[in-house]
């Protein structure tokens, strides 16, 4: 990937991560 161009990949991954970091702060 590109400086500064995050692929849809790189995006997906990172909205999964956050989405398990919400469930694991919120439990």
């Known amino acids: 990937a590109a ?5 849809r990949f790189d995006f997906t991954r990172l ?3 956050l989405h398990l ?3 694991s702060t919120s439990s």
């Open 3 to 7: 400086f500064g161009v995050p692929t």
């Open 15 to 17: 909205q999964a991560f």
């Open 21 to 23: 970091a919400l469930i």
